[in-house]
């Protein structure tokens, strides 16, 4: 949306676009959800599950495909390392077959995009668990 000019035939305008700001992770959240939940109508949002000993807030589910999609947003606080421990603890304890994390990384926290997905998209067989991690990094035009 951000990567090129808004074409000049468009009703939006580039101060229409600078408008629109992920401040945090519900805002990521809301903005994927209402792209997804068009192509999978049954989805559901901020679902909470038993674990146990404690309960886990699913951010996206969809359940006919046994999936959970995790979202997360930097923030200038936060260093590499917390992220990797959140999606580390996730993937352990989420009980479905597919697990996406969806990492808007607006404070550019990861140093490694290409090796944080690589080391965090993986086939956890003992698990039966597939786990897929896709970050965005915001650009400027």
Known sequence: ???K???????L?????SRIVLGNEYDVQRMLFSLIRPIFPDARVEIYVD??????R?????????????????RPSMKERELTEQVGSDSYHY?????YFFI?????????????????????ETHDKQIETVVIQPISI
């Open 5 to 11: 000019p808004v074409h000049g035939r468009g009703t």
């Open 1 to 3: 949306m951000y990567q």
């Open 58 to 74: 699913y951010d996206i589910i969809l359940d006919a495909y046994d999936t959970i999609i995790e979202v997360k947003c930097s």
């Open 51 to 56: 674990g146990g000993y404690k309960s886990y």
């Open 95 to 99: 009980k479905a077959k597919y697990i």
């Open 104 to 124: 808007y990384d607006k404070d550019k926290v990861i140093a490694n995009v290409d090796a944080f997905c690589k080391t965090y998209s993986q086939t956890l």
């Open 13 to 17: 305008q580039q101060a229409d676009l």
